[in-house]
């Protein structure tokens, strides 16, 4: 064991300072996070206001007569869409979560009817009685497990959005931080262009070029695949006559998010439940449904999303679960932001400058002995056309 670790100790420690600093990043901005959400949540309403504060600006207004403009046609806009979005969540979450019960009721008497049949058909012989009644305990506390996981799923989206009055706080605070910052925007940009050392200028210029854009491009095409989601499921769901459809759809954009996981995590047990309590007719639509947003979500990724982040579905899910358990919501903000420049600073060769690898584990290939070299130089020379 000792030549191993003389051979990986500085490899090692170049990898856990590595870790160490991802790590106390992510320690510190859930930290800020925490004790100043209406300051991030006013550089997000920044980036929505200033565009149209710019223009009309530019057309001759007066900058704070602009940035109020536009902070009036944000919030009337924002607080609409929020309001009559939280209603709608709310009414139809709530009677879906009071209808669980009898869903499980419905699940577990067609289970029942179905085993009765499987008894029948079989027999009475003691094996295969046995054999019944464990499948009967196994899918019924499947059931009972789904059906409470579920709920308490949907009981916590509504009582989040229930419980809104943090986020009302926050969000006033972060309009009234936004349209500040967007008046003295001119101000804070020479400043730190006058202040800033030039070590943190060729970071920040990094960042800009390398992870901020890429995060920007992320993002917008997440928001139209996640759109486009919404708007098919919601349709489609409201033509089936479907309950509480726009919550379903909310619920599966909001999986849609996620990697590796999307829609199917809502519309597959679904339609097993539909299958067995009998609904044959609403399991194959919700099937077709189920393949063509796959099919759109698939046609339309790579045109939309690209290659944006770069980074596999599976280590960007993966990395996004460490950071909720460790940091909450604070971790899955900043989770592609950090893995992005990750990536960022790999494809610049920092990484290489950073770690220093074992020496003998990776061997430059061997050059080409003196003879081979001047046969195949001798050989090379026999080819060539005569002038």
């Not at 029948?120 to 019924?140: A, T």
């Not at 050392?197 to 960042?207: E, G, M």
């Not at 920092?350 to 001047?374: N, Q």
């Amino acid at each position: 064991m000792l030549p191993f670790y003389k051979k990986y100790w500085r490899t090692a420690f170049d990898i856990a300072l590595i870790a160490l600093t991802v790590f106390l990043i992510m320690y510190v901005f859930s930290f800020l996070y925490r004790i100043a959400t209406p300051i991030f949540f006013s550089f997000v309403i920044f980036l929505c206001i200033e565009p149209l504060a710019r223009r009309l600006h530019r057309m001759g207004m007066k900058k704070s007569i602009a940035s109020g403009i536009s902070v009036l046609v944000f919030t009337v806009i924002i607080l609409g869409v929020l309001s009559g979005a939280a209603l709608l969540i709310i009414q139809q979450g709530s009677n879906l979560v009071e209808n669980f019960p009898k869903y499980q009721k419905m699940l577990m008497e067609q289970i029942a009817f179905i085993t009765q049949e499987v008894q029948q058909r079989m027999g009475n012989m003691p094996v295969q009685l046995d054999l019944v009644e464990r499948s009967q305990e196994l899918i019924g506390g499947a059931t009972a497990t789904l059906s409470n996981v579920g709920k308490n799923i949907f009981s916590h989206v509504v009582t989040y959005v229930s419980s809104v009055s943090s986020f009302i706080f926050n969000f006033v605070v972060g309009i009234i931080l936004a349209y500040f910052l967007s008046i003295e925007i001119t101000t804070w940009k020479q400043t730190a262009e006058d202040k800033t050392p030039n070590t943190f200028k060729k970071a920040f210029f990094f960042l800009r070029n390398n992870v901020f854009k890429g995060i920007a491009l992320y993002i917008k095409a997440q928001a139209k695949m996640i759109s486009i989601t919404f708007v098919v499921i919601l349709v489609a769901l409201m033509l089936l006559g479907v309950d509480n459809a726009f919550v379903i759809a909310v619920v599966s954009a909001i999986f849609d998010i996620l990697p590796l996981l999307g829609v199917g995590t809502i519309f597959i047990p679904w339609i097993i439940y539909l299958i067995i309590v009998g609904k044959i007719s609403l399991a194959i639509w919700l099937s077709a449904l189920f393949l063509a947003v796959v099919l759109t979500r698939q046609i339309l990724e790579p045109k939309i999303t690209g290659d944006s982040l770069g980074v596999s579905a599976f280590t960007m899910l993966a990395f996004m679960i460490v950071s909720l358990s460790l940091f909450g919501v604070a971790g899955v903000i900043l989770s592609p932001i950090l893995m992005i420049l990750i990536k960022a600073l790999y494809d610049q060769g920092y990484f290489h400058r950073w770690i220093h690898a074992p020496v003998g584990e990776f061997d430059a290939p061997a050059a080409p002995l003196a003879g081979h070299s001047s046969e195949a130089e001798a050989e090379a020379g026999d080819t060539k056309p005569s002038r």
